[in-house]
């Protein structure tokens, strides 16, 4: 007869290929099956092949790895199917005119997930020239800014805990998270602007673009500036984003067809030469219509613009690099894929983002799609009967907003060839139309979704559907 460890030692390979729910019911098939499904080892790899990272610690006092197991599949089942009473909703009532943006200053990490509560903290900037903070969980106000200028934008930092706004007559403001108190400000002038954060080895810094067509650096909280570069003179900055490396940052427009972004060295912007102009390079496409950094790449930048007939639009995929020659040195941008989109050359609303070295979301109209940094379609869905205003991608799922009042949920399935699927799970309402004309805005952590709603009456409002194990 085989030993009983031998019997393990099989066992233990056949759960490697059992669905959560055999496993949960495993251990009362037989005695050997009751003594692996009890197997430390067995739930660790089972733990450590469903999740890149796992923080035992999110349990408390009783750490297992059975137990992480079981309440994060648990809490991802319900983040799945979204089923009544798998969530919780809550109605963030408080601001008296339109949200303009919001974003997580304390979210739930998918990498240090806790599992038994969130302490999640969303800020919300309106034109009524307010900045809200809200408890996620319980819907509950933490704090309300002064009434300024109507707000026009809002980043924040989780790690510094800082929160960034821009109002209608340029005025750029720093928040303390947890308080609400003003740390600084800085005038640019500009009735719009776009704001990027970023943190280097060297500092913190504040990339502001403005309606001038330049891009004006900031360092630290306090605001003070380091540089100022022209981009594209007369035309709103309103394309802004740095690199996974931190070395490059792409500034441009969307309001002008013959006009090319422009990728900038981060060092120019934060430690500029007194003796000569910042290290810039042209991106070769004009008619720039949105663009995202792929995020586990050092410098790669996808760009959807206008085609060479000009009658539609493309989405050509670059890598950026540093060339250092004897005198002089330079940036490369350098053409690495190049496909047509079937969309207008007018088509609004774009939103792309991009979820791994192989894969971006595009969403325009009423439909997404899912492609390959090749230009193979790998799905398309067409949940909304109202244009996607906004959406959320993340290593869980992707969440679209719309005007139709509705938020859909889709989630990745990884394959065993390594390959991805995204699924359409669900919608998540956001009210009755007679009082609401559709969701604006919306933003995930890894168990909470926060989007805004457009209030018949000018008050938008904002929900919060929060999910826990």
């Given at each position: 007869?085989?030993?009983?460890?031998?019997?393990?030692?099989?066992?233990?390979?056949v759960?490697?290929?059992?669905?959560?729910?055999?496993?949960?019911?495993?251990?009362?098939?037989?005695?050997?099956?009751?003594?692996?499904?009890?197997?430390s080892?067995?739930?660790?790899?089972?733990?450590l092949?469903?999740?890149?990272?796992?923080?035992?610690?999110?349990?408390?006092?009783?750490q297992?790895?059975?137990?992480?197991?079981?309440?994060?599949?648990?809490?991802?089942?319900?983040?799945?199917?979204g089923?009544?009473?798998?969530?919780?909703?809550?109605?963030?009532?408080?601001h008296?005119?339109?949200?303009?943006?919001?974003?997580?200053?304390?979210?739930?990490?998918?990498?240090?997930?806790?599992?038994?509560?969130?302490?999640?903290?969303?800020c919300?900037?309106?034109?009524?020239?307010?900045?809200?903070?809200?408890?996620?969980?319980?819907?509950?106000?933490?704090?309300?800014?002064?009434?300024?200028?109507?707000?026009?934008?809002?980043?924040?930092?989780?790690?510094?805990?800082?929160?960034?706004?821009?109002?209608?007559?340029?005025?750029?403001?720093?928040?303390?998270?947890?308080?609400?108190?003003?740390?600084?400000?800085?005038?640019?002038?500009s009735?719009?602007?776009?704001?990027?954060?970023?943190?280097?080895?060297?500092?913190?810094?504040?990339?502001?673009?403005?309606?001038?067509g330049?891009?004006?650096?900031?360092?630290?909280?306090?605001?003070?500036?380091?540089?100022?570069?022209?981009?594209?003179d007369?035309?709103?900055?309103?394309?802004?984003?740095?690199?996974?490396?931190?070395?490059?940052?792409?500034?441009?427009?969307?309001?002008?067809?013959?006009?090319?972004?422009?990728?900038?060295?981060?060092?120019?912007?934060?430690?500029?030469?007194?003796?000569?102009?910042?290290?810039?390079?042209?991106?070769?496409?004009?008619?720039?219509q949105?663009?995202?950094?792929?995020?586990?790449?050092?410098?790669?930048?996808?760009?959807?613009h206008?085609?060479?007939?000009?009658a539609d639009?493309?989405?050509?995929v670059?890598?950026v690099?540093?060339?250092?020659?004897?005198?002089?040195?330079?940036?490369?941008?350098?053409?690495?894929?190049?496909?047509?989109?079937?969309?207008?050359?007018?088509?609004?609303?774009?939103?792309?983002e991009?979820?791994s070295?192989?894969?971006?979301?595009?969403?325009?109209?009423?439909?997404l799609?899912?492609?390959?940094?090749?230009?193979v379609?790998?799905?398309s869905?067409k949940?909304?009967?109202?244009p996607?205003?906004?959406?959320?991608?993340?290593?869980?799922?992707?969440?679209?907003?719309?005007?139709?009042?509705?938020?859909?949920?889709?989630?990745?399935?990884?394959?065993?060839?390594?390959?991805?699927?995204?699924e359409?799970q669900?919608?998540?309402?956001?009210?009755?139309?007679?009082?609401?004309?559709?969701?604006?805005?919306?933003?995930?952590?890894?168990?909470?979704?926060?989007?805004?709603?457009?209030?018949?009456?000018?008050?938008?409002?904002?929900?919060?559907?929060s999910?826990?194990?």
């Amino acid at each position: 007869m085989d030993s009983p460890q031998l019997i393990s030692d099989c066992l233990i390979q056949v759960f490697t290929f059992l669905s959560d729910e055999d496993l949960i019911s495993a251990s009362g098939v037989c005695k050997h099956w009751h003594d692996v499904a009890e197997t430390s080892w067995l739930w660790r790899r089972m733990c450590l092949q469903r999740w890149s990272f796992c923080n035992l610690s999110a349990l408390g006092s009783e750490q297992s790895w059975k137990r992480y197991f079981l309440q994060r599949c648990h809490l991802e089942m319900k983040m799945t199917k979204g089923r009544s009473g798998g969530y919780t909703c809550k109605s963030l009532r408080g601001h008296t005119g339109r949200v303009v943006g919001l974003v997580y200053l304390q979210g739930n990490s998918s990498q240090l997930p806790d599992l038994r509560t969130s302490s999640a903290i969303v800020c919300s900037a309106s034109s009524d020239g307010t900045v809200r903070a809200w408890n996620v969980q319980n819907g509950g106000p933490l704090w309300c800014s002064p009434v300024q200028s109507p707000l026009t934008g809002i980043l924040a930092d989780e790690e510094r805990e800082v929160v960034i706004t821009s109002d209608s007559t340029g005025l750029v403001k720093t928040w303390q998270g947890q308080t609400g108190q003003e740390m600084a400000s800085y005038s640019t002038s500009s009735p719009r602007c776009t704001l990027l954060q970023f943190n280097m080895s060297n500092g913190w810094f504040l990339t502001v673009g403005t309606s001038q067509g330049s891009v004006c650096t900031l360092a630290d909280c306090s605001l003070s500036k380091k540089s100022s570069v022209v981009v594209c003179d007369s035309f709103r900055v309103d394309l802004l984003l740095v690199s996974p490396d931190k070395k490059w940052v792409m500034a441009g427009t969307t309001e002008g067809a013959d006009l090319s972004p422009k990728v900038i060295s981060t060092e120019s912007l934060t430690s500029p030469p007194e003796d000569e102009g910042p290290l810039s390079q042209l991106v070769p496409v004009s008619g720039c219509q949105a663009a995202v950094f792929i995020p586990t790449q050092p410098a790669r930048l996808a760009v959807i613009h206008l085609s060479e007939s000009r009658a539609d639009k493309a989405l050509t995929v670059f890598d950026v690099s540093i060339k250092k020659m004897k005198y002089k040195t330079e940036i490369q941008v350098q053409q690495v894929e190049s496909f047509p989109l079937m969309l207008s050359a007018w088509s609004p609303g774009l939103h792309l983002e991009a979820k791994s070295s192989d894969c971006m979301v595009l969403a325009a109209g009423e439909q997404l799609w899912v492609y390959s940094l090749k230009g193979v379609l790998l799905s398309s869905f067409k949940d909304h009967t109202g244009p996607i205003t906004s959406i959320s991608v993340d290593s869980f799922r992707v969440v679209t907003a719309s005007q139709d009042l509705s938020l859909r949920v889709l989630t990745w399935r990884n394959h065993s060839d390594g390959g991805l699927t995204l699924e359409s799970q669900y919608h998540l309402l956001g009210g009755s139309h007679t009082m609401s004309r559709g969701f604006t805005h919306v933003a995930c952590d890894y168990s909470s979704i926060v989007a805004s709603v457009e209030g018949n009456d000018g008050k938008d409002v904002l929900k919060a559907y929060s999910f826990t194990s």
